[in-house]
């Protein structure tokens, strides 16, 4: 590994050393496999040592296990417990007939015998909480960790109440949370539904509810890695920036990594190209890095919940990969005329929108209040099927 102009961060009470610029797997299935494992080991030759992987389907954990195996001991893996592969598509789950296989397939793919980081799975409500806390799934998460097949105990969320509830636990040593401009204007709630909606009228600064529990990680010593830095892409884009202007990828990654008890942004990487993207940050100027001013100049802006493509809205009964119609569908509409590439990207996939059954399954597991059947039935007349 190539660790030269990278910086390393502790990642709070870990005392794991990472890179403050990360690898977000998620899309890694979407490529040939060959392909993906040689991104993984180009990130590693730029200095990239964590890498998150909370996809539950064969595919992605083979490529992240081939392309780590040669070096496993120089990376950090983010495990997901609770990411679950059933029938074909991803289940969250706390069942640990389903948990305990998952898991173990993770393990096995992976390779070592062990994971770096074994994240509580995605905790965003009440209600998630309660079905992990308390239960044999939590007693299982603590078994794998006094066993030493888990190293230290993580947890994902995208609610700050969620995650200050974690910080307290005691045991939860780092958390995997969502942080960007946008989002930090959000008011902490139980109806996540919100959390892309209403920044109408003049932003008014960070919530003190994330605020607060950026400090209180801090003081706790628990880690923070980031996720949805980039909102989706949606703040490359003036058009769908809430703040009315776009930002950069340096200023981007430069808000998160100013949060305390940040250790490192989580960056999706398609191309070699983008991870060197990512990378020069560290080579940026201080002038580069500034998102003060996009921020202070914004104009008034009204923005209502859209796609981030995080694929939580999984298990779709007609077996849709909803992430991926969303994300041709946007790409498509950003442009005067359909373009022939992404029209047979769309057409690809396994089943497009056109066999949406409206149940709306997905609409209730998504932590954005993306109105998805709606979403369906416009991309299917859009591409036609």
Request: net charge negative; hydrophobic share 35%; aromatic share 10%.
């Amino acid at each position: 590994m190539n660790t030269e102009g990278m910086t390393y961060r502790r990642l709070g009470r870990t005392d794991l050393q990472v890179s403050e610029i990360g690898f977000g797997g998620e899309w890694l299935e979407r490529h040939p496999r060959e392909e993906s494992v040689e991104l993984i080991r180009y990130a590693h030759n730029r200095g990239i040592n964590l890498i998150d992987c909370w996809m539950p389907d064969p595919k992605s954990r083979d490529i992240i296990g081939e392309g780590i195996r040669e070096c496993r001991g120089e990376w950090f893996v983010q495990g997901h417990i609770g990411s679950t592969w059933q029938d074909g598509q991803y289940v969250r789950s706390r069942d640990l007939r389903s948990v305990v296989p998952a898991f173990e397939d993770l393990l096995r793919r992976i390779g070592g015998g062990y994971i770096d980081l074994g994240m509580i799975h995605y905790i965003d409500s009440e209600a998630d909480w309660n079905a992990a806390m308390g239960t044999d799934y939590i007693r299982y998460v603590h078994e794998l960790h006094e066993a030493g097949i888990i190293r230290h105990i993580g947890l994902s969320t995208h609610n700050p109440v969620m995650a200050r509830r974690a910080v307290e636990t005691g045991f939860v040593e780092m958390i995997l949370f969502s942080i960007n401009p946008a989002f930090d204007m959000r008011p902490a709630t139980d109806d996540l539904d919100s959390l892309f909606t209403g920044y109408e009228g003049a932003f008014s600064g960070i919530d003190p509810e994330r605020s607060a529990l950026y400090r209180l990680c801090e003081e706790r010593d628990v880690g923070i890695t980031v996720m949805k830095g980039f909102f989706g892409g949606r703040l490359f884009n003036e058009a769908t920036s809430p703040f009315g202007t776009a930002f950069t990828a340096p200023q981007l990654i430069h808000y998160s990594l100013c949060k305390p008890a940040v250790a490192s942004i989580l960056c999706g990487y398609d191309t070699k190209e983008q991870v060197d993207a990512a990378v020069a940050y560290e080579t940026s100027d201080d002038a580069e890095k500034d998102f003060s001013g996009v921020i202070a100049s914004a104009p008034l802006h009204a923005y209502s919940g859209q796609c981030t493509y995080c694929g939580h809205c999984r298990p779709c009964p007609a077996n849709i990969d909803i992430a991926m119609v969303n994300k041709f569908y946007d790409l498509a509409v950003q442009q005067p005329a359909v373009p022939e590439s992404v029209r047979e990207h769309y057409l690809a996939l396994e089943q497009t929108a056109s066999r949406c059954i409206g149940c709306r399954g997905c609409e209730a597991r998504c932590p954005f209040g993306v109105k998805i059947a709606e979403r369906m039935q416009k991309a299917a007349a859009l591409f036609g099927r």
